[in-house]
């Protein structure tokens, strides 16, 4: 097995049991995240690291999390799976109930690249004194033929982990051009080199990656498929997906043609037309046994409610298979035990990818082969439907532009009419508006731990949008909306026992937003009272709020009345 690349080093297994000690480790990138902006001025770089040991004495776990939160220009320079990193002077803590690596003001990293490792067969050069190319923000420091070797031993090691790397889309990693959703839907792939007439094909995925006509019973898989339809329960998120293969164990969704041959026309499903007066929608397509209806739990559930749609390809790790109730497949993905945080769903955006592009030839043949008539009944029922939208959404808009004009009809004042205050802009439009009421009582907040042991959850993450008016604020005076991020009474960030340092007192001082409103819903069901709940409106959120930014509104009577004229139009 191999050990630390020399003394004052620790592999990860024992890092990984050493709690608030700094310590040096050395390890591989196998998952990694974008960098992200935080409510303050620090940007946050987050990904994972393995090396033997902890993989195979944790091998139920991606790997240790490491997160680094610094100014933009200081991140590591870190670009994505296979890179090695050296880490000195870093601290293993809890942070969002999970284990992980945490850097302080004086943590060094060091990036060796990925194409900068060579294979082992080369190693004698770099142990006679050959340097590496890497990164690091720190200044520059020789990397120890003893680094060295052990990075080329960490790639031999666990490049079986690694797969081709490359493919999978990371959080917020653009992979490519901008797509149309639609447009990925409906492309038509050429014959690939990589496919055979078999339709075997080359894939970037692990051991675990299947086809869905090869799954089985409780066994765990990554699956790669195209979103045929979502539905949201109280408790989780229905996601139904195709790779256009069959599996005899699924749910049979019978074709048009089909449902008039048997006397079963109507939604699918529903075979004896308890529903059929409803405005549901018809199953799409495809038919047959070719789409595997999957329960996602929190937080993939939150996840892909937010970034994925119809259409979309996705790459679902850790699918536990299952028999429904009805002897049919089905399956979930519940939420990591470990690693409470770990989201297992991936947009795939690459059309080109291997998984994705065998997904594509599979599909075109079989709408090919689809009869014409009944195909275009379904897209006639879409695109009335997409009709009856566009002409609602011309009716508002006219309707807006008319108010902004100041030619609305006139009306009779009525007591509690509400009025939509133009001069507030939501940024998500198109997600749907949620009662006060339903966010404060939401059934998520309700969880039970193994154990069987039922609790009440302080919070849940989640989006949601909701139509309110104002009725309160905090603080009273204005001039508190915006704090000072150099006062240590208000931002406690900045501080880190193992190096305290002080702010530097003759730079400008920088300020953020951070206010309260109360607010309740605009427009309550008749009879009801009016759910009230207290907002935090800080940083960004109020920026795009306010269209202000953040200064001391004591010294800035500009800022404070601009402030003033947008809390009282």
Not at 100 to 123: D, H, Q, R, Y
Not at 140 to 156: C, D, G, S, V
Not at 247 to 261: G, I
Not at 402 to 415: F, H, I, N, S
């Amino acid at each position: 097995m191999l050990g630390p690349p020399h003394p004052g080093y620790v592999d990860l297994k024992t890092a990984f049991e050493t709690r608030d000690k700094l310590i040096d480790v050395m390890g591989i990138v196998v998952e990694y995240f974008d960098p992200s902006p935080t409510n303050g001025t620090d940007w946050q770089l987050t990904f994972k690291i393995q090396d033997p040991l902890f993989s195979e004495t944790y091998s139920s776990m991606a790997g240790i999390r490491v997160k680094f939160f610094k100014p933009e220009n200081l991140l590591p320079k870190v670009r994505g799976k296979g890179d090695v990193v050296i880490l000195r002077r870093i601290k293993l803590k809890t942070h969002q109930e999970s284990l992980v690596l945490m850097s302080g003001f004086t943590t060094e990293c060091v990036v060796i690249p990925a194409n900068a490792i060579p294979e082992s067969s080369f190693k004698v050069a770099y142990a006679g004194g050959k340097e590496m190319n890497y990164l690091t923000t720190t200044g520059r420091r020789l990397l120890t033929p003893a680094e060295q070797m052990y990075a080329i031993a960490l790639k031999q090691e666990l490049n079986h982990i690694l797969g081709s790397g490359g493919a999978i889309v990371t959080r917020n990693t653009p992979t490519g051009p901008a797509y149309d959703r639609n447009q990925l839907a409906n492309t038509k792939v050429k014959t690939s080199r990589r496919m055979s007439t078999t339709g075997s094909f080359s894939t970037s995925m692990g051991h675990k990656f299947s086809l869905i006509k090869d799954v089985q019973i409780q066994k765990f898989y990554d699956l790669v498929g195209q979103v045929v339809k979502m539905h949201q329960s109280m408790n989780f998120l229905e996601l139904y997906i195709t790779d256009y293969t069959t599996n005899a164990l699924l749910h049979d969704h019978l074709s048009p043609e089909d449902q008039v041959k048997l006397g079963v026309e109507g939604i699918d499903g529903d075979l004896f037309g308890h529903i059929a007066n409803q405005n549901q929608q018809k199953w799409p397509g495809p038919y047959g046994r070719m789409t595997l209806r999957i329960e996602l739990q929190a937080p993939h559930s939150y996840w892909a409610n937010n970034n994925v749609r119809v259409n979309d390809f996705v790459l679902l790790q850790n699918v536990r298979i299952k028999m429904s109730s009805l002897s049919k497949l089905e399956a979930n993905i519940w939420q990591d035990q470990l690693e409470p945080d770990r989201i297992q769903v991936r947009l795939l955006k690459n059309p080109s990818q291997p998984e994705v592009e065998a997904i594509l030839r599979r599909k075109e043949p079989y709408w090919e082969r689809r009869p014409k008539a009944a195909d275009d009944e379904i897209q006639d029922e879409t695109s009335n439907a997409a009709k009856k939208r566009k002409k609602r959404n011309k009716k508002q808009q006219q309707k807006q532009a008319q108010a902004e004009r100041g030619t609305r009809t006139p009306q009779k004042t009525t007591a509690g009419l509400v009025i939509a205050n133009q001069h507030v802009q939501c940024s998500n439009g198109d997600i749907r508006i949620t009662p006060i009421s339903e966010i404060i009582n939401n059934p998520l907040l309700m969880n039970k731990t193994p154990g069987g042991v039922e609790r009440q959850l302080p919070f849940i993450n989640m989006k949601c949008r909701a139509r309110v008016r104002v009725v309160d604020f905090y603080p009273d005076p204005l001039e508190d909306f915006s704090r000072s991020l150099d006062d240590p009474t208000y931002n406690d960030t900045a501080s880190d026992d193992e190096d305290p340092i002080g702010l530097d007192s003759q730079g400008p001082q920088r300020w953020e937003w951070n206010f309260f409103l109360r607010v309740e819903d605009a427009k309550p069901p008749l009879g009801t009272k009016a759910t009230q709940m207290t907002l935090l409106v800080v940083a960004e959120d109020a920026e795009f709020l306010l269209k202000l930014d953040a200064t001391d509104l004591r010294k800035d009577p500009k800022t404070l009345a601009n402030l003033r004229e947008k809390l009282f139009i």
